[in-house]
C-alpha cells in the first residue's frame, strides 16, 4: 500500500459542500487501486450510471403555503427510533480507505446520529466497533460455504448488540469488474478482514432454505439485501424475513439491471405494506432521499460517499457526508411542503 498522505487526519473539509465534492476530492487521498475498487461498476457501468440518470429523471411536484416551520426526520425502524432515514451502507475493507477504517467510521456515525451496517468484510473485529458505538450497528452478512461458521457469526454479532441482520443475496459471485482487476486490487498485507478470512469463493448455494434456517435461530430481525424482482419480494414476505433493500450492490455485481429507483415503484405495490422496503443505489441528494421515500422507502443507504467521506477525513469525513445529506433532505421537505416523512407520498412526484 502506498504511504498514508501527510496531514492525513487534518485536512480542510470546509470546501466540500456536496457527495460530489468528496468524490472528486478523495481522488487525491486514497491510492489509485483504493479509489477504482470503490469508484467502479461492473461491466460497461451502465447500472452504475442508470442509478443516478433515474434519480435525475425524476421530478418534484411541491405543495406551497403548508407550515414546514417544525421538520420531523425521524423513523422507526424494527422498534428502534432514528432521528433520520440515512443509513450507513456496508461497504467492506475500511482500511483501505483510511487507516483508522471502521473505527472512524462508527465516530462519524454517531456524530451524524446514523444507523451503521458493519459489512461482513470489515477490517476492524465487530467487539471493537461495537465499543465505540453510541447509535445502533447493524451487520451485513456473507453466508459462507461453512455454515457452522455462519452461524458462529451471526450468533457473535447478536451478542455484541448488533440489532439486525442483513443478508446479502445478490452476490453468488462477484460480477464483471474490470476496472477492479485493471488495477490489480489486492488486499495489503497489513489489512485483514478479521470475520471472513479469505475472499468471496463460496461453491455451496445460498438458497431460500438457508434464509429459513438463518431465521430458526436469529434473534435479531432478518432482512435480505439485494431484491430487484417484485416476485423475489413476494417470497421474501412469505419466507418471514422482516425487510427487504432494494438494491443492485451499487451497480457492481450484475450490468444492465434497472436503476434501484426504477425497481422500487413495483416492489412497493407488490409488498404492499407487509414489511419494510429500504433502498440504496446513487443517493447522493437530500431530493434523492425524498424521491425514494416518495416511492415507498422507509429509509435508504449511502455506500460510495461514506467510503469518500472516510478517505478524504476520516469520521469528520463521514459525519460531514451524512450531515451534508441530512440537511439537504430537510431543505427538500420543506421545499416541497412535507414536515414530516410519513406526508411524503406519490403526490410529491411530478406525474
Ligand atoms: C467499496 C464498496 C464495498 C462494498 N462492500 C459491500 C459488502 O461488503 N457487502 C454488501 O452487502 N454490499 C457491499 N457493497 C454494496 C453497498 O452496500 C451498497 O449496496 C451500494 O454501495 C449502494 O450504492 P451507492 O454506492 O451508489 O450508494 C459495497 C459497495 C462499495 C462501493
Ligand atoms: C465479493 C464482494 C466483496 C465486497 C463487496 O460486496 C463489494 O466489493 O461490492
Redesign the pocket.
Known amino acids: 500500500m502506498e504511504a498514508i498522505p501527510p496531514g492525513a487526519l487534518t485536512r480542510d473539509l470546509s470546501t466540500l459542500l456536496n457527495l460530489f465534492d468528496f468524490e472528486e476530492s478523495a481522488v487525491d487521498w486514497m491510492t489509485k487501486m483504493a479509489y477504482e475498487y470503490v469508484a467502479s461498476g461492473a461491466a460497461d457501468e451502465l447500472t452504475l450510471r442508470w442509478n443516478r440518470q433515474a434519480l435525475d429523471a425524476i421530478r418534484l411536484n411541491p405543495t406551497v403555503l403548508t407550515d414546514v416551520s417544525q421538520l420531523d426526520t425521524s423513523v422507526s425502524l424494527f422498534g428502534t427510533r432514528l432521528s433520520h432515514p440515512i443509513l450507513i451502507a456496508p461497504t467492506?475493507y475500511h482500511r483501505l480507505m483510511h487507516p483508522e477504517g471502521e473505527l472512524a467510521t462508527v465516530r462519524g456515525a454517531g456524530a451524524a446520529s446514523a444507523l451503521y451496517v458493519v459489512?461482513s468484510?470489515t477490517t476492524t473485529p465487530l467487539a471493537e466497533i461495537a465499543q465505540r458505538a453510541t447509535q445502533p450497528l447493524w451487520f451485513q452478512l456473507y453466508v459462507r460455504d461453512d455454515r457452522a461458521f455462519t452461524q458462529n457469526l451471526i450468533q457473535e454479532a447478536e451478542a455484541l448488540g448488533y440489532r439486525a441482520l442483513c443478508i446479502?443475496v445478490d452476490?453468488p459471485t462477484?460480477g464483471v469488474r474490470n476496472r477492479e482487476h485493471r488495477s490489480h486490487f489486492k488486499l495489503p498485507d497489513d489489512v485483514r478482514t478479521p470475520h471472513m478470512g479469505g475472499?468471496?469463493v463460496e461453491k455451496k448455494p445460498l438458497t431460500w432454505k438457508d434464509i429459513e434456517w438463518i431465521q430458526s435461530f436469529a434473534k435479531t430481525p432478518v432482512l435480505l439485501k439485494g431484491i430487484l424482482n417484485p416476485d423475489d419480494a413476494e417470497r421474501a414476505v412469505e419466507s418471514g424475513v422482516s425487510g427487504i433493500i432494494v438494491s443492485n450492490?451499487?451497480g457492481?455485481n450484475l450490468d444492465t439491471v434497472p436503476a434501484t429507483i426504477d425497481a422500487l415503484p413495483r416492489i412497493t405495490e407488490r409488498v404492499d405494506q407487509r414489511m419494510p422496503i429500504l433502498l440504496d443505489g446513487g443517493i447522493r441528494r437530500g431530493t434523492d432521499v425524498l424521491k425514494a421515500i416518495a416511492l415507498g422507502a422507509s429509509a435508504v443507504l449511502v455506500g460510495k460517499p461514506i467510503c469518500f467521506g472516510l478517505a478524504c477525513g476520516g469520521a469528520e469525513g463521514v459525519a460531514k457526508v451524512l450531515q451534508i445529506l441530512q440537511h439537504e433532505l430537510e431543505l427538500a421537505m420543506a421545499l416541497t411542503g412535507r414536515a414530516t416523512l410519513a406526508g411524503i407520498d406519490r403526490s410529491v412526484i411530478w406525474q
Open positions: 467492506a459489512s468484510f446479502t452476490t462477484p475472499p468471496l450492490h451499487g457492481r
